[in-house]
């Protein structure tokens, strides 16, 4: 992004930018040109299309206990979530990114980036729309100009002159909506499903950040009585780093707080470094490394490498990472978890987002590890062969007996399913018992 990014003000009424003039000036012939078709209100024409809220979610009331247990409305703003809408708009090269939390009659945000708001009214909302879907989605609107719900919303009519929106819910551990996390163009754009998953996985990383401190305050007082809030802690002791692997030294675009607690490293140090300038593959050359693992990048699959920190003299000061690695734009980041669906109605354009990688890193410990025995061989997905003609890509939905992808099968998009085969076999083993019992003598 060229120019430095607008933070949040206090009233989406100081808001103002250069780039919406044009559209301002549009908007004003327009008025000008259909003042005897239109009544013209506060500045902007009010056509045939009335503007009308989100529907309330049936689980409004826990939903809202839920958002204020957090505490998190109305705080100051925060590099951590800061560092998470400056990276989405330049990954997804827009202007507006916003992380932003659904109260009863607004939505506030706890970081804006392109706007000079802290919030607005909840009807004008685009992200309260995410709360409605029975199950989770990312709600994409290519052109609200052209959609109903959003037609004649002050925000499309009037600054910020909204046109693209994609929307990922955030959903805590438990469940519960909170908002979105949100990217906004003033020009109409294409969403595809990698790019939603994409937008999911940041989602996470914002609703990890707004629950570590609540699940710290739930341990004190005894964190084994709430399930849910155990995954949180779990959550929010795993370090999550992104990294660019089509650059040489395998960029690093962002960094969580546990990361660097659990890899012992300064934020200065990591905070747009190189990985292999931080870390030594254990056993292997960087070169050999990045060989072995290109072909599991080219498909987007995950896989394991031993780290070390550093590049110490010494084997017996040396530290050990275990590094965990997920394409950012295919894979869930933590299967725990709620999952948040894919719309049917985007298109999958496979590889866009490919080199990206999440990496996830639980602990750190120092063994007497040498040579090739200290890599974990091997890529967690994809070892079968005689499925190299299908490729996964995003992750659509989840059911009882397993997990549905959008995929590519011999150049042809299909959906993929993968069953769960330990129930599977159960139930064939159940089914076996069932028939031999009601036919054998």
Known sequence: MGEQPR???SDVSQYTDPEAEHLRTDREQFNLAHKDTFTVLEGFPISAAVHSAAPIPSDEDARLSALKSLGILDTAHEQR????????????????????????????????????CSQTDRKSSFCAWTLVPKNPEVLVVPDATEDVRFQANPLVLNDPFIRFY???????????????????????????????????????????????????????????????????????????????????DWNILFQNEAWLKATGMTRNEVHGGKLW?????????????????????????????????GRPTSASTRRLVIAHFKAAATEHINSRTPLVGVPGSVAWRNGEAGHLYFVTVQRHEEPDVGGRD??????????????????????LGQGGFGKVYRGLWNGAAVAVKVCFIIIIIFFLIFFCFFFFWVLGP
């Open 81 to 116: 979530f800061d560092d998470i809408t400056d990276l989405v708009c330049s990954i997804f090269n827009v202007p507006i990114a916003i992380v932003s939390l659904v109260d009863k009659e607004r939505q506030w945000f706890k970081s804006c980036v392109g706007l000079n």
């Open 374 to 395: 200290g890599v974990q061989q091997g890529v967690e997905a994809g070892q079968n062969e005689a499925f190299e003609d299908v490729q996964l890509g995003p992750l």
């Open 277 to 309: 300038h931080l870390f030594t593959p254990a056993g292997q050359t960087r070169e050999q490394v990045t060989q072995e693992y290109q072909k599991a990048i080219s498909k987007q699959l995950s896989f394991t490498l031993h780290l070390f920190r």
């Open 7 to 9: 933070r949040a003000g």
């Open 166 to 248: 994609a929307g990922a819910p955030l959903v805590t551990t438990q469940g519960h909506r909170l908002g979105s996390l949100c990217i906004i163009d003033r020009k109409q754009r294409h969403f595809d499903a990698e790019s939603c998953r994409l937008l999911c996985n940041f989602a996470e990383v914002v609703v990890r950040e707004l629950e570590k401190d609540e699940a710290r305050a739930t341990e004190r007082l005894s964190l084994e009585r709430v399930s849910g809030f155990q995954q949180s802690l779990e959550a929010e002791s795993e370090g999550i780093l992104l990294v660019d692997t089509s650059t040489p």
